[in-house]
Every structure is written in structure tokens, then in C-alpha cells.
């Protein structure tokens, strides 16, 4: 007795979205049915798929005697590649406890990844996740940063007000209130880079009022006194530093209020790291000299001081040639 054509066909799309082939031979012989009725399963399904997944197309390969999936540009299942290397980038920022990282690795692996590369990534990842190193935060104290970061964006997203004590260097613990622009990864830790608010939840979106702060030391997120998202006007747009502008900085960049245009020459090796660190860098001179860069460029900083101290860990000669105190 043959399968039902539902049967057949959920099956047909269960191993499609899985990322394996189906043996036309092996489908026929698993359902019992003739080559008409398998052509007439692959028709009704293409037809399905225009409407539910225009995305998806089913190919055959007559080499192989199979169908297969295949999707356009960004849809579909991960590659293997690409599933090592978001593992990676999680495992080695060690940005979270290991039960999330564990979690969260499972469940893109279980859901993104084609079945035949499944079990060769998770043999990957529990071979690192064994030697896999917690921050001394999450040896300390049983917490997790994530509902804090999702408060964080919520708060971004619907441009209000964000309310939270804070526990700074020293075990002190002081209360906030500020209008987050962005969340930035450094090093290991998470940072919320916001506008410092009065206690009326007013401030003058001024290069001045910015500051930041690191994710693992909220301790308290208050539902706000003021839940109202906020209405600038230009002026204040104008000023606004954006969540663009924070991107385009090196992190010791962020570390102080004094915005500047700054013209420099770097002569030295490691010309790409300092151009994929600060990704504005205007370039404006370029020449080699037996091997080495010698580069002109302008970068607008939110602080000198800190750019000062990113240079340092650079070989080779900088020379600054005009620095611009910029308005806000």
C-alpha cells in the first residue's frame, strides 16, 4: 500500500530543509510509487514552493540521480564553514557563560545546519567547549547578561529613556538614568554607550553628556519612572552622535569628550590592522619604501587621548601634523 501523497510530500520537504539529497531511486522504492506519481509529487511541490517559499527551488541532478534544494542568497541552511566560524567567534569572545554559549550553538547547529554536517560540527565545538574559559564574573556570581543586553536594545529601538543602578569599580553602587545609542563589544565585555540624563530625564545631547558603560556591572534594570520614547528637536538631531559613528571608532577612542579631526602620518608594517580597527579613516597621501607604508590620513575621534593611547600598540613612526577641536 502506498504512502499518502501528504505523507510523501512533507517528507519530501523535511529532507529538503534538511540540506540532504533524495535518491529518486530510494523514493521510489520508499513509497512504493511509479516515476509518474514521483514527477507528479515534484510538480504539485514546486508549485507550493513559488507561492510558500519563492526563495527554495528543487534541482535535479542527473549525475547523481537525486534532488536537492537550492536557495538565493541568504536563505537556506548554514554552510559548514559558516557554522565553524559563528561557533568560533562565540567560543573565543567568551562573552557569556557556558551554558549559554552551549545553548546557543545547539540550537543554531540543530536548526541551520545541513544533517550531514551537524554531527561533525557539535564534536568540534565539545571538543572546545571542554576547555572552554569563563570570565572571573561568571565564576563569581551566577548571572547572565542577556537580559540586560535585550532591555538595552529594546531601549535603542524605541529611542526611551534607560534606568538602571550600576555597580562601578570599587563595589560601589550608583543609579542611572541615560538615552542608550549603542551596544559595542570589546575585549571580552559588552558596553552600553549612552547620553547621561538629569533627573527629568533631560539632557543636552552634548559630546560632553556621553558615557559608557559595562554591561556586567548593571545590577538593577528599573522599569522607568519615564517610559515615553523621546522627541529631539533638529538641534538636538544634529548633535546626536549616532550608533554608526561609535562603530567606526577603536573602543580607547570612546574614553573621552573631546571630538576632534585629526591629521596624521603612520610609517610602518601594519598599515591593514589600523585601517580595519578605524574603518573612516580618510586617506589622503599613500607611498612605499622599500617595503614599508609611509600613509597620510584624517580621522574624526571622540578623544585624543585615546587615540594617543591606540597608536601605542603599533610599531613605527607617528607624526601628527593638525588636530581640530570639532563643535558639538
Known sequence: M???KT???LYFMSELEKGNDISKTDYLARFGISERTLKEDVSELKDNLTELRPNMKVKYSRKYGSYHAEYE???GNLKYNQAVILSKILLESRALRKDEVAEIINIFVERAVDDKERRRIKRLTELELDSYQELKIYQEQDKSLLPAISAIFDAIVDQRPLSFSYRKPGEKVEEYKVFPISVIFDNHYFYCISYKLDENFTCDYKFSEICYFRVDRFQTIHKSENDVAFT????????LITDEQVRYQAFSMLSGNEWARITF???GLYRDVLESDIPKLKLLEESTSEGVDQVRYEIETFSLLGFQK????????FVFLKIEAMDN
Do not use: M
Not at 232 to 239: D, F, I, T, V, Y
Not at 310 to 317: A, V
Open 310 to 317: 591606540y597608536i601605542q600598540r603599533f610599531d613605527g613612526d
Open 73 to 75: 542568497q541568504g536563505y
Open 232 to 239: 529631539l528637536s533638529p538641534e538636538q538631531e544634529a548633535r
Open 2 to 4: 502506498t504512502a499518502s
Open 265 to 267: 602620518e603612520y610609517k
Open 7 to 9: 505523507k510523501r510530500l
